[in-house]
């Protein structure tokens, strides 16, 4: 019995180091509207993985590339980050009609009111998506000087 409980302990303790260790992409858990408002006041934008449960590339990009350390701290830093099913989620339903999307996976980048800044689908590894998320944020900050 002893002896049970401290392996218990040893793993529930391994387990909580690895958790706080976990590298790459954190997706937030919160709708499209919460999304906005983060983004608004942290002046990020907003990307969105939209998935399908049955999308090899989906899957591929969940498993090989959204880990990536170095794409995890540029993403962290400058978007907010959703991860939706396109087929089993409002958010992602709504989404699909909005713009259109037939391709998996799709990554949409809005800004913060919900305006499209880049839409890009397909499987890319975690350095091409790593150009193409900086290739986002130059678009965006290149628009915003635009504005008057």
Same mark, same amino acid.
């Given at each position: 019995?002893?002896?049970?409980?401290?392996?218990?302990?040893?793993?529930?303790?391994?387990?909580?180091?690895?958790?706080?260790?976990?590298?790459?992409?954190?997706?937030? +858990?919160?709708?499209?509207? /919460?999304?906005? %408002?983060?983004?608004?006041?942290? *002046?990020?934008?907003? !990307?969105?993985? @939209?998935?399908?449960?049955?999308?090899?590339?989906?899957?591929?990009?969940?498993?090989?590339?959204?880990?990536?350390?170095?794409?995890?701290?540029?993403?962290?830093?400058?978007?907010?980050?959703?991860?939706?099913?396109?087929?089993? +989620?409002?958010?992602?339903? /709504?989404?699909? %009609?909005?713009?259109?999307?037939? *391709?998996?996976?799709? !990554?949409?980048? @809005?800004?913060?009111?919900?305006?499209?800044?880049?839409?890009?689908?397909?499987?890319?590894?975690?350095?091409?998506?790593?150009?193409?998320?900086?290739?986002?944020?130059?678009?965006?900050?290149?628009?915003?000087?635009?504005?008057?």
């Amino acid at each position: 019995m002893f002896k049970t409980m401290i392996y218990s302990i040893f793993l529930l303790i391994g387990i909580s180091v690895s958790a706080q260790t976990e590298k790459g992409i954190n997706f937030q +858990n919160v709708n499209l509207e /919460e999304a906005r %408002k983060i983004a608004q006041k942290e *002046n990020k934008l907003i !990307f969105i993985d @939209l998935f399908t449960t049955w999308c090899g590339p989906c899957k591929l990009m969940k498993k090989n590339t959204f880990p990536d350390e170095k794409l995890g701290e540029f993403f962290n830093e400058n978007f907010v980050n959703l991860a939706i099913d396109a087929e089993n +989620n409002k958010d992602g339903i /709504e989404l699909v %009609k909005k713009f259109k999307i037939v *391709n998996y996976p799709s !990554f949409l980048f @809005l800004d913060g009111k919900g305006k499209l800044v880049q839409y890009d689908f397909g499987y890319y590894n975690a350095q091409q998506f790593l150009q193409v998320g900086n290739a986002v944020l130059q678009k965006s900050m290149t628009s915003k000087k635009k504005v008057p």
